[in-house]
């Protein structure tokens, strides 16, 4: 896979949290691959221009993928680079959180869990990325520095110890027969899979309190539970958060109106 589709799904899913958009890259070799789209349509959501204008093309789940879930979810309502949305009627609303309290967990938004003087960008800064060839050794070199300085990414410690429930992407570590007992939570779709990991702040390693049966890699689900600071790696990318949870469920939109 080419530097610039690691770095368009960088800056599109991992960066733009709540905003929906989804920045494609395109390999150069893949025949295969989906159209290309207009990189001005892609880059307005939320009335915002995406960083740098990173060239658009679609950026879209792996059918032939051999990871558990993948391949069956291709043919979903997400693609890669996707968030959570809002609405399963308004696909363009992306979910943003209530802030209610749910048996005792307060519902959060996955901004919550990022330092605000924490500039995700950073590696980006200064880069004309639209005007970059693939072969070109700054964007190789970006998406490098990038990869080590969200691996790095600073926690909010301010969240240890807080009940929460949080909605997100399962990307499955430990199974048992059918059933799930370890998993890393992700805030977009591919995440992990198809697109580098998230900042080590967007990212939960979650263990549940049992086995929870019936659930695939990059099916959408909710998570209850006490959130932990504590970094953690996996060979599907670091964590800086943790949980044992008390309950997961598949997701719905949340009532934002009440």
Same mark, same amino acid.
């Given at each position: 896979m080419k530097t610039l589709y690691w770095?368009?799904?960088?800056?599109?899913? /991992?960066?733009?949290?709540?905003?929906?958009?989804?920045?494609?890259?395109?390999?150069?070799?893949?025949? &295969?691959?989906?159209?290309?789209?207009?990189?001005?349509? =892609?880059?307005? =959501?939320?009335?915002?221009?995406? %960083?740098?204008?990173?060239?658009?093309?679609? %950026?879209?789940?792996?059918? /032939?993928?051999?990871?558990? /879930?993948?391949? =069956?979810?291709?043919?979903?309502?997400?693609?890669?680079? &996707?968030?959570?949305?809002?609405?399963?009627?308004?696909?363009?609303?992306?979910?943003? =959180?209530?802030?209610?309290?749910?048996?005792?967990?307060?519902?959060?938004?996955?901004?919550?869990?990022?330092?605000?003087?924490?500039?995700?960008? %950073?590696?980006?800064?200064?880069?004309?990325?639209?005007?970059?060839? &693939? &072969?070109?050794?700054?964007?190789?070199? %970006?998406?490098?520095?990038?990869?080590?300085?969200?691996?790095?990414?600073?926690?909010?410690t301010a969240m240890e110890g807080r009940a929460v429930r949080l909605p997100g992407f399962v990307v499955s570590l430990d199974r048992e027969g059918e059933a799930l007992k370890e998993f890393l939570l992700v805030p977009y779709f591919g995440a992990c899979i198809h697109v580098p990991p998230p900042p080590a702040n967007q990212i939960i390693h979650v263990k549940s309190a049992k086995a929870v049966k019936d659930v695939r890699t990059m099916d959408a689900v909710w998570i209850s539970g006490v959130i932990k600071v504590e970094r953690s790696d996996s060979s599907m990318g670091a964590s800086g958060y943790s949980m044992t949870a008390v309950k997961v469920e598949p997701y719905t939109a949340p009532d934002n109106n009440g």
């Open positions: 770095i368009g799904g960088i800056v599109a899913a /991992g960066l733009l949290v709540g905003t929906g958009v989804r920045l494609a890259a395109h390999s150069g070799d893949d025949k &295969d691959a989906a159209p290309v789209t207009n990189p001005a349509n =892609a880059a307005t =959501a939320a009335g915002q221009p995406l %960083a740098s204008s990173v060239p658009a093309v679609t %950026a879209r789940a792996d059918g /032939g993928s051999t990871v558990d /879930g993948v391949a =069956a979810a291709t043919g979903g309502p997400y693609q890669v680079g &996707d968030h959570l949305r809002q609405s399963v009627t308004d696909t363009d609303q992306p979910y943003k =959180a209530s802030g209610k309290t749910v048996n005792g967990y307060q519902e959060i938004a996955w901004e919550s869990l990022i330092p605000k003087d924490w500039d995700a960008m %950073a590696p980006f800064k200064g880069l004309k990325l639209d005007q970059m060839q &693939d &072969d070109d050794p700054r964007a190789d070199a %970006a998406l490098w520095k990038a990869k080590k300085y969200w691996k790095q990414a600073p926690v909010d």
